[in-house]
Each structure stands twice: as C-alpha cells, then as structure tokens.
C-alpha cells in the first residue's frame, strides 16, 4: 500500500467529501420518524445525542488510522490481535458493509418505484443502482475521492435549501417541551440514530493514503459535523412543520416535507422532485463508499493487490439480501436491527483494537508529510 499512498495521495479536503457524502445517505428519508418514535417533541435533541456517539466511534477509527498511518483496519488489525482472529472480524465488517449496501439499495427502489416510476419493477431499480456502484467501486483511491468532492455541493446545498425554506411552515410549538413528552427505549432509538454514521467507517480505508495522516482528525470533525448538522436540521423542520404525531403516520417525512415547500415567488411550487434528485446522488454516494469498502477489505483479507474482480462478484450477493425483506416495513425492521448490530463492528471492536494496541504498544511506521497544505 505504501507505493499507492507515495503515487496517488489525496488530501484532507477529499477525507472530508468521502466521509460527508457517505454518511448522508437514504437515511435522510426517515430520520424524522425514527426520532419521532423515540421522544415525541424530542426529536432533534435525540438526533444530536445520537450524533454524539457517531463521533465517538468516528474519534476511535480516526485515532487508530493516525496510529497506524499505512494500514487500514483490516490490515492493522491482524498485528494488534494476530491473523486468525482478525480474520474472523474482518469477515465480519465484510458481510455487514454487504447487509447495508443491500438495505440501502432496496430502499432506493423502493422510494424510486412509489414516488417516481410506478411501473418499473422493483429488481430493476435495485438492480441499476447496484451495478452503478459496482463500476464504480472498481476506480482507484484518486477516482474515488474526487467523485465524492465532486458531489458534495449537489447533496449538501439543495438540501440545505430545502429545510431553511421550509421553516417558514413551521409551529415552535409542534418543538416544544424540548425533552419530549415521551420516551420509548431512548437510549435505543440514540443508537439507532447512531447507526445512520456508520458510512463514516470508510475513513478507515482512506486514511492511509492521505498526504497528511496526522490531519485526518480535521477531515474526521467535518465529515461529522456537516451530516449531524443537516440531519438535526430536517428533524427540527419536519417536527416543526408537521409535528410529531402526523410524522407517525408518514413513511418518509423528509419526502413530505419537501412536497410543502416551495421557492420564493412560485418559481417551484414543490420541490419533492428537486430532493428525489438530490437524494439519488446522496444513496449513490453511500452505495460507492459500502461497495468500496466491502471490496476492498475482501482484497486485504487475502492480501490481494487488485479489488476489482470482487466488485461484480459480490454484487449477486448483495442483491439476492436486498430482495429478502418482504415489504418496506420489514426492509426498516431488519434495517434497524442490522444497524444496532453494527455498532458492535463500526465502534466497539475499533474501540478494542485501540485498547489492545494501547497496552501492547503496537504503533504503525509514521509516514512522511509530503504536502502541508493538503
């Protein structure tokens, strides 16, 4: 890896893209119910508190790249706690990051062919968006990066605008009290929300070939703070706008709430078309960085040089798991306890990892900075 990292650097800027646009992703859709059910009226705060431990496990993977500067967890994990069980976990990111990429392409298709082309089949949509992240996990790391700079504009500021005009709908009432009037399993609808960062487990991958690996905290603490940021933001709007019991009854609140807003003078009377479009970019986004990742770590585990090959070759898979879930109620019922779940990969076995490596003193070879400005 160290010839790729010295040939094809990419920069702190790029960290940050890759990491934004791979946390904004289908979630966005149903964020407001998710933490509707948890607190009523006290949704954003749940949304930030479940943003807070996004940050925790994002802080454990980006201290360990820093520590091992040349390597991705698949790669330093097998010094820390030797081949055999690393192994073992690293099988274990790899069919995770393949369940989520199946769960975020099944509910593509399933807001394409509700929303959008009716009597499209569902395969199909499934399908294409998968086999447009598979040709496109294929690139190298600079490809890659720059597709994700590339697209931050288009998901971050139609989205942006969209929730600032939509306030103008808005009832501070519908917010208030702030610490909501109910609370169902509180502390389980936070990780749920947490679950929605695990896209930012990428950092892992990319790290080692930045110009600058001591920097990645800054790209980490943008890459969080941009999501959490907007995410909050349309659970503040959607509560506001509709509240909270009629954002029980909606499946995809985001969606309706951008059906209420409009641009100023009637130029767009609705721009639930504008955010399908925006939204689109944002599952493409995640979908490359799952794809990416799961291939490459695929190509670690058996200390390969080439990934391509593996990305139509777990593309079968990934499909056959996304066309399980029966209906949309079960895709989200087995979304949900699959993220819950993965929390135990994306942040407690990084933080055993760090704690291991920590009492046995195991440190990566520092890498050169090549370029301070990156």
């Known amino acids: 890896m160290r010839g790729e990292n010295e040939l094809r650097p990419i920069t702190t800027l790029q960290v940050a893209a890759i990491v934004v646009s791979s946390t904004i992703g289908?979630?966005?859709?149903?964020?407001?119910?998710?933490?509707?059910?948890?607190?009523?009226?006290?949704?954003?705060?749940?949304?930030?508190?479940?943003?807070?431990?996004?940050?925790f496990g994002l802080i454990i993977v980006t201290v360990l790249g820093i520590r091992f500067p040349d390597q991705s967890i698949i790669q330093y994990s097998e010094d820390i706690i030797g081949r055999g069980i690393s192994f073992v976990a690293s099988l274990s990111i790899v069919i995770f990051f393949s369940i989520l990429a199946a769960a975020i392409s099944r509910e593509f298709g399933e807001?394409?062919?509700?929303?959008?082309?009716?009597?499209?089949?569902?395969?199909v949509t499934v399908l294409a968006m998968l086999l447009l992240a598979a040709v496109f996990a294929r690139t190298d790391i600079v490809t890659f990066a720059s597709i994700h700079l590339f697209y931050l504009p288009f998901i971050m500021v139609p989205g942006l605008t969209i929730v600032s005009l939509s306030l103008k709908n808005s009832r501070v009432l519908n917010l208030l009290p702030v610490w909501g009037n109910e609370h169902h399993d509180l502390f389980l609808w936070i990780f749920t929300i947490a679950a929605l960062f695990q896209g930012s487990f990428i950092i892992t991958m990319v790290i080692p070939f930045m110009k600058s690996p001591t920097k990645a905290f800054l790209s980490m603490i943008w890459g969080w703070a941009i999501p959490s940021l907007l995410y909050v933001l349309i659970v503040i709007s959607s509560v506001a706008v509709f509240g909270p019991e009629e954002i029980k009854l909606l499946m995809w609140p985001t969606l309706e709430l951008a059906k209420t807003t409009a641009l100023p003078a009637n130029i767009l009377e609705r721009l639930d078309a504008a955010f399908l479009a925006v939204w689109v970019t944002n599952v493409f986004t995640t979908m490359l960085s799952t794809?990416?990742?799961?291939?490459?770590?695929?190509?670690?585990?058996?200390?390969?040089?080439?990934?391509?090959?593996?990305a139509f070759f777990m593309l079968p898979f990934i499909f056959l798991i996304a066309m399980l879930p029966q209906s949309v109620l079960e895709l989200y019922e087995f979304a949900e306890y699959a993220g819950k779940l993965g929390l135990y990969i994306t942040i407690g076995y990084p933080l055993l990892l760090l704690l291991i490596a920590v009492i046995r003193k195991k440190r990566g070879k520092p890498v050169a900075v090549k370029d301070s400005s990156s």
């Open 111 to 123: 807001v394409v062919i509700t929303s959008i082309l009716k009597r499209t089949p569902l395969e």
């Open 26 to 55: 289908g979630g966005v859709l149903a964020v407001p119910l998710l933490a509707v059910r948890a607190a009523d009226t006290g949704a954003p705060l749940v949304t930030l508190l479940g943003t807070l431990v996004g940050l």
């Open 291 to 310: 794809f990416y990742l799961t291939v490459k770590s695929i190509t670690q585990m058996f200390h390969l040089k080439e990934h391509k090959i593996f």
